[in-house]
Each structure stands twice: as structure tokens, then as C-alpha cells.
């Protein structure tokens, strides 16, 4: 297969993954979620109203809060200038690594990458959310490739301290990011790529971030590790038996593993990506650049996906936290692609590929887009009802950044409805056991026999769910992939309750 014609330009290269990833993006936008992107917005506010800004918990996330303050000065306050930042460290991310592929292992091999990164279900649907998970990868993989970079010039020091500063601007971004310096040491210990001398120059240039922010926090608060102690103490123990983030949960041990191997988020990846990264490292057939950058990739995926695994009382098992080792998979795999074409293996290498990529399509599609939809409708009503508008307390509190923008908020409540009030009833919010609904409240915020139904509104079921449940084969799927496959959502019900009350 000759990619000649289409791969001399890196920029064109690059350009062409760009364009194809947003026409992806804007398919499987997802948009606000209600959760931590409120954090986010939280922190960036801090900012515009209060210099210099402390924050707590998530808003002291400064590589996402400042861009984000940034992006609400410039383009006014909105669901997708809130986004705006995340959707640039996403194409920033794309861009310099299929530069980088280019420059070293050629055209082809950048292409083949560029395919697999920009149709990534899970990169596809988490650069729509304001999140920093997009954006720590950003700084991960700044930091790996001008590693690789000063390891070819030999070690040039100051790609060596960029290096180091983008390990740092990682760490600032997610405390997760030590993930990536455990592999860091690894290499240290290994001797591998520099001398063990250069470590210490890239210690420096993380060090010199670091300290900045210590230095910063002790200022303003008296702890310098003001950061670290609050991500630390937060939250509860993580319990992954009662988490539902995996398609499939059998036991903490090996749900990690299933989470990979089983979810949309990650299509067929793992499952080619295993084989074939044992193939590039063993094979007497595989050229040596092409090993040397699988040997970097597949090691920070392991060593992510082994310290993911084994952080069972900090992390909770969502897929996105495994979004570093998805990435570097994808290269990996891309990189025994290339190879088979190389070794003129092109129908094998074909087959792979259309396996690969026909898979990250159906992720996308597969994935659920409606995890908002009642807080959506409650924005939507305010302006069709002109009066004051009631919900559950859980459905008011994820939507109030939407009525802010809005300009409805002031009309909304999370109080029980009195009589003759409107109420949206949102079934996944107004049924969960969350603890802002007291025991004696919860019938309050269910809909009652005398009141009057003014409309209902749910969102349109897939093609594909309504395949499956034609075939009656819906109780065969798990249920968290047989709701995305479907309606994503139950929808909403809108309610006139009498002026005579009964009981509500």
C-alpha cells in the first residue's frame, strides 16, 4: 500500500486528521455534563471575580480553569466555550504526535496513527467535555516525545527540561500523572535512551513547575502541598464493587481488565493491541526505529494500565482514567500496521485496520449522548412556561450552570412543587438514592394521580437498539450498553399540580 501521494506534507497529514476528527467531534458531541465540568467552570469564575485564585477540590486545576477563564472573557460564557480548551488541547494532542511519528518513522506510519487517534471513541467523546483528562494526556505525551526528541539529538538539555516541565504541567493538571513518572523511572533504572546523568536535567525542569505551584499554594493558603492534601482527602474510600462504569463488573481484581477488553470506549483496541505490541518486540523482522518507539509506547500504556488497576481505594474504575494507555495502544497498534504493510502484508494489514477503525465507529455510535437530557428539557421549558418552574433537588443542581447561561435560573426550583406549580419530573435523578431527597420528602417529587400531565418528551431510540430489542436480544446485553445502544434516557414528564394539593 503506497501512501506516498498523501504523506509527503506532514501538515497536510495533519490537517487532514484534524478536519476529519472535529467532522467526528461534532457527531458525537456530548457537551455539558453537569458533574465535574461545573468544577471546572467553578474554577475559571474564581478567576475572573478573585486575583489570585485559590480554589478547592478540581478548581485548583489551573491548566484547565485559566484557559477556560480565558475562553469566557473572549467568547462569552457558554456550554461550548467551556469546552473550548479541552477541544484544543485534544487537536494539539493529534497534531504533535502525528508530527512527530512523521518526522521520525515517516508518512505512513503518521497516517495509520492519525486513523486510529482521531475515530478513538474515547478520545472522540471526552475532547466534548470540559475535562482534564484530555489534557493531562496532552502534557503526558509532550513530555514522551520531547524525551524522544533530546534522545536522538543526543540529549540536548533543554528538550530534556521541556521535557521534565511537561511531566510537571501533568501533574499540576491530575495527581495521576505519577503514573507516568513511575515509567520515567523505570527507564531510569534502565539506563534506557540517555544516560542515567539526563534524568536529572528533566528532574529539574519538573521540579522547577512544581515547586512554582508549592511555592504559589504557600503563599496564599500556608500549605504547600495544598493541592495533593485535598485530592488526597476529598472523597470517600472507592468502592469499585458497586461501580457501574464497566459494561461488565464481576470483581474488583479483574474489572480493570473487562473494562478494556468489554466497553465501547475502547472498541476492539485491546484486543489487537496486545498481539501486536508482543510482535513488535519479539520479531527479528521489525525495524529497529519501529521498535525502539514501541518499545517507549507500550511501555507507558503497561505501566498506566497496571497502576490504574492497582489504585483500587483512590481511583473509581471509569474508562477515561485509562485514557493514556488507549492512546499509546493506539500507536502501538498503528506502528504493527505499518509494519505489515512494510513486509508487504498488505491484506492482513488492511484487515486489521478496517477491524480497527469499523470498531471505534461503532464506540462512537454506541456511546451515550443523552446522560443530560431532563436537565436540557428543564432549560428548554423555562422559557416556554413564564412562570416559576419546580424539579427534583438532583436535576436543579446539575442544571444550574445551564440555566445560568440561560438567564432561567432565578425561575427554577429544587423544592417540592406547591400547588399549581409546573414540575418537570426526571426520572433518573427524582429515583436516585443520593441523599438530597429526605425519606419523608421523596413522594413529594414524584408525580401523583390528580395531577394534570402537560407533556412529555424522550429522546428517539437508535437503529441499532431497536434491531436488538426486535430480536429480542436486549436482556442478552449488559444493561449499561444496551441503554446507550437504545434511548440513553427514559425522558421527562411535565406536570401541572392542582391548587388543591393531594398530598403533594
Request: charged share 15%; glycine share 10%.
Amino acid at each position: 500500500m503506497n501512501f506516498a501521494v498523501i504523506t509527503d506534507s506532514p501538515r497536510k497529514v495533519v490537517a487532514a486528521a484534524l478536519v476529519g476528527f472535529l467532522v467526528l467531534v461534532a457527531c458525537a458531541w456530548v457537551g455539558y455534563l453537569g458533574s465535574d465540568d461545573v468544577t471546572y467552570a467553578d474554577g475559571a469564575y474564581g478567576w475572573m471575580e478573585s486575583f489570585p485564585y485559590v480554589g478547592g477540590h478540581g478548581t485548583v486545576r489551573y491548566t484547565i480553569t485559566i484557559p477556560m477563564a480565558l475562553s469566557f472573557i473572549a467568547f462569552g460564557e457558554s456550554e461550548f466555550t467551556m469546552t473550548l480548551p479541552t477541544l484544543l488541547y485534544g487537536m494539539g494532542l493529534i497534531a504533535i504526535l502525528v508530527l512527530m511519528l512523521h518526522r521520525i518513522l515517516g508518512g505512513g506510519c503518521a497516517v495509520l496513527s492519525a486513523l486510529l487517534l482521531i475515530t478513538s471513541p474515547l478520545l472522540v467523546i471526552w475532547v466534548t467535555i470540559a475535562s482534564v483528562d484530555i489534557i493531562e494526556a496532552f502534557f503526558v505525551f509532550s513530555s514522551l516525545l520531547l524525551f524522544i526528541h533530546a534522545s536522538k539529538q543526543d540529549a540536548q538539555w533543554r528538550y530534556l527540561v521541556a521535557s521534565g516541565a511537561m511531566a510537571g504541567l501533568a501533574f499540576l493538571t491530575r495527581e495521576t500523572a505519577v503514573f507516568f513518572l513511575v515509567f520515567y523511572g523505570v527507564l531510569f533504572l534502565a539506563g534506557y535512551g540517555i544516560n542515567r546523568l539526563y534524568y536529572f536535567i528533566m528532574a529539574a525542569g519538573f521540579f522547577a513547575v512544581w515547586l512554582a505551584e508549592v511555592a504559589y499554594f504557600y503563599i496564599l493558603t500556608g500549605d504547600p502541598l495544598y493541592r495533593i492534601n485535598i485530592s488526597l482527602h476529598h472523597d470517600s474510600t472507592i468502592d469499585r464493587g458497586t461501580d457501574v462504569a464497566g459494561n461488565l463488573i464481576v470483581h474488583p481484581v479483574i474489572d480493570p481488565l473487562l473494562v478494556i477488553l468489554l466497553n465501547q470506549e475502547f472498541a476492539m483496541l485491546f484486543w489487537v493491541a496486545v498481539p501486536a505490541g508482543l510482535w513488535l518486540l519479539f520479531s527479528n523482522r521489525i525495524s529497529p526505529a519501529v521498535r525502539r518507539m514501541a518499545i517507549l509506547f507500550s511501555g507507558v500504556g503497561l505501566i498506566w494500565l497496571i497502576c490504574v488497576g492497582a489504585a483500587q481505594s483512590l481511583l473509581p474504575l471509569n474508562p477515561r482514567y485509562f485514557l493514556i494507555a488507549a492512546i499509546s495502544a493506539s500507536i502501538v497498534t498503528a506502528l504493527a500496521v505499518a509494519e505489515l504493510f512494510r513486509l508487504r502484508q498488505q491484506q492482513l494489514g488492511a484487515a486489521v485496520l478496517f477491524l480497527l477503525v469499523a470498531g471505534n465507529l461503532a464506540g462512537i455510535y454506541i456511546e451515550n449522548r443523552n446522560h443530560m437530557f431532563g436537565e436540557r428539557e428543564l432549560s428548554d421549558i423555562v422559557a416556554r412556561y413564564h412562570e416559576p418552574v419546580f424539579t427534583d433537588p438532583l436535576t436543579y443542581r446539575r442544571a444550574e450552570l445551564l440555566l445560568k447561561w440561560s438567564d432561567g435560573g432565578e425561575r427554577v426550583s429544587g423544592a417540592p412543587p406547591p400547588p399549581g406549580s409546573i414540575y418537570l419530573y426526571n426520572p433518573p435523578r427524582a429515583n436516585a438514592l443520593t441523599g438530597m431527597i429526605s425519606a419523608e420528602d421523596t413522594q413529594r417529587y414524584q408525580p401523583q394521580g390528580t395531577w394534570e400531565l402537560l407533556e412529555g418528551k424522550a429522546p428517539g431510540s437508535k437503529l441499532a437498539g431497536s434491531v436488538v430489542k426486535a430480536l429480542g436480544l436486549g436482556d442478552l446485553l449488559p444493561g449499561k450498553l444496551m441503554n446507550a445502544l437504545s434511548e440513553g434516557h427514559p425522558g421527562v414528564e411535565i406536570y401541572r399540580v392542582p391548587k388543591e394539593a393531594d398530598g403533594g
